[in-house]
């Protein structure tokens, strides 16, 4: 059975950083995409970030978090990480790591990955 447990979430202040985990059990995702997403309260769930399979080569990020989030996978601990710098209010979310049963061409889409984890919850202070 294969399960995405997250951890690292809660409360930092504006200006502050977090690192997110995502721990993956029951396969290994070394060959395919693992992404980021968040979801706010009242809104639907968006694309944060996300990371090829090895060889692939290539991260993706949101405008909204690009210069500030890195995404990063270790592929001998089947964990994907995204780091947080600089975070904003408007960062506050829960935050869902997602991982592709097969390669595919598109990595933004809800679509594009088919195991998701339970989330974490991430909050900035202003």
């Avoid at 408007?90 to 990955?113: F, P």
Wanted: with cysteine.
């Amino acid at each position: 059975q294969v399960q995405l447990v997250e951890s690292g979430g809660g409360l930092v202040q504006a200006g502050g950083s977090k690192r997110l985990s995502c721990a993956a059990s029951g396969r290994t995702f070394s060959s395919y995409t693992m992404g980021w997403f968040r979801q706010a309260p009242g809104k639907e769930r968006e694309f944060v970030a996300a990371v090829r399979w090895i060889g692939g080569g290539a991260n993706y990020y949101a405008d909204s978090v690009k210069g500030r989030f890195t995404i990063s996978r270790d592929n001998a601990k089947n964990t994907l990480y995204l780091q947080m710098n600089s975070l904003k209010p408007e960062d506050t979310a829960v935050y869902y790591c997602a991982a592709a049963g097969s390669r595919r061409l598109g990595v933004r889409g809800l679509g594009d990955y088919d195991y998701w984890g339970q989330g974490t919850q991430g909050t900035v202070s202003s």
